[in-house]
């Protein structure tokens, strides 16, 4: 196999053992067993062991003596300086992206808020882990408005590690209806393209979402 091949290869493996710890496949404190992954995917070892040294170089794994590879626990003081570089990086996003944004973007947003509405009433674990992958997307759109490509590249390792983190918050049962209804709210301000409304909106969502998570993976530490 060509070193183009191994390389297209770790990144798939990578993509998909991330996919993993999203959706709670994985949780902080498993054992990841490079032979094990690679005869369930198929592939060589050399990829997943490529794939290890990506995904321990941004946290999301650690390899520890006599333990071997172990998913990265979460770490409170990490976790707040990631809600506090994620506040900046959407405020600022909202802030551009409410006059660039497009119909069919700002239809997006709305088609996600609908396909929520089911899952808030639920209120079940496998309907938060949903939730939050559906709130990840919205998010997304948010920072995709901004038209910034190196602004969307940064804050993709964010996106990906704060959904990491909240799926731990499925333990407890979380109700979505709060953050549900301030996401319609927040999508209403894009279609109105009122800037004031929106950041003043948007800045209360982050900041009560990051003070209930903060709480919560706090007690769980506890």
Same mark, same amino acid.
């Given at each position: 196999?060509? &070193?183009?091949?191994?390389? &297209?290869?770790?990144?798939?493996?990578?993509?998909?053992?991330?996919?993993?710890?999203?959706?709670?496949?994985?949780?902080?404190?498993?054992?990841?067993?490079?032979?094990?992954?690679? /005869?369930?995917?198929?592939?060589?070892?050399?990829? $997943?062991?490529?794939?290890?040294?990506?995904?321990?170089? %941004?946290?999301?794994?650690?390899?520890?003596?006599?333990?071997? $590879?172990?998913?990265? /626990?979460?770490? !409170?003081? /990490?976790?707040?300086?990631?809600?506090?570089?994620?506040?900046?990086?959407?405020?600022?996003?909202? #802030?551009?992206?409410?006059?660039?944004?497009?119909?069919?973007?700002?239809?997006?947003?709305?088609?996600?808020?609908?396909?929520?509405?089911?899952?808030?009433?639920?209120?079940?674990?496998?309907?938060?882990?949903?939730? $939050?992958?559906?709130?990840?997307?919205?998010?997304?759109?948010?920072?995709?408005?901004? @038209?910034? @490509?190196?602004?969307?590249?940064?804050? #993709?390792?964010?996106?990906?590690?704060?959904?990491?983190?909240?799926? @731990?918050?499925?333990?407890?049962? !979380?109700?979505?209806?709060?953050? %549900?209804? /301030?996401?319609?709210?927040? &999508?209403?301000?894009?279609?109105?393209?009122?800037?004031?409304?929106?950041?003043?909106?948007?800045?209360?969502?982050?900041?009560?979402?990051?003070?209930?998570?903060?709480?919560?993976?706090?007690?769980?530490?506890?």
């Amino acid at each position: 196999m060509s &070193v183009v091949e191994d390389r &297209v290869l770790a990144e798939q493996v990578n993509d998909l053992i991330l996919a993993w710890l999203q959706n709670s496949r994985f949780k902080p404190g498993d054992r990841l067993k490079e032979e094990e992954l690679a /005869e369930e995917l198929r592939v060589s070892r050399t990829p $997943v062991r490529e794939a290890f040294k990506t995904l321990a170089a %941004h946290g999301f794994i650690t390899k520890v003596a006599r333990k071997g $590879v172990l998913v990265s /626990e979460i770490n !409170p003081r /990490e976790l707040q300086e990631v809600m506090d570089l994620r506040y900046l990086l959407e405020m600022h996003a909202a #802030e551009r992206g409410v006059e660039r944004i497009t119909d069919a973007e700002i239809g997006a947003m709305r088609s996600l808020v609908e396909q929520c509405d089911a899952l808030v009433t639920a209120q079940d674990v496998q309907a938060y882990i949903q939730y $939050v992958k559906q709130d990840c997307d919205l998010h997304r759109l948010i920072i995709l408005a901004a @038209r910034n @490509r190196l602004l969307a590249e940064i804050y #993709e390792r964010l996106a990906v590690f704060l959904q990491i983190a909240r799926v @731990r918050l499925s333990q407890t049962g !979380p109700d979505m209806t709060r953050g %549900h209804e /301030e996401h319609r709210r927040i &999508v209403a301000a894009y279609a109105q393209r009122d800037k004031d409304q929106l950041l003043e909106l948007l800045g209360n969502h982050l900041n009560r979402s990051r003070k209930e998570i903060l709480q919560v993976v706090a007690s769980m530490g506890s």
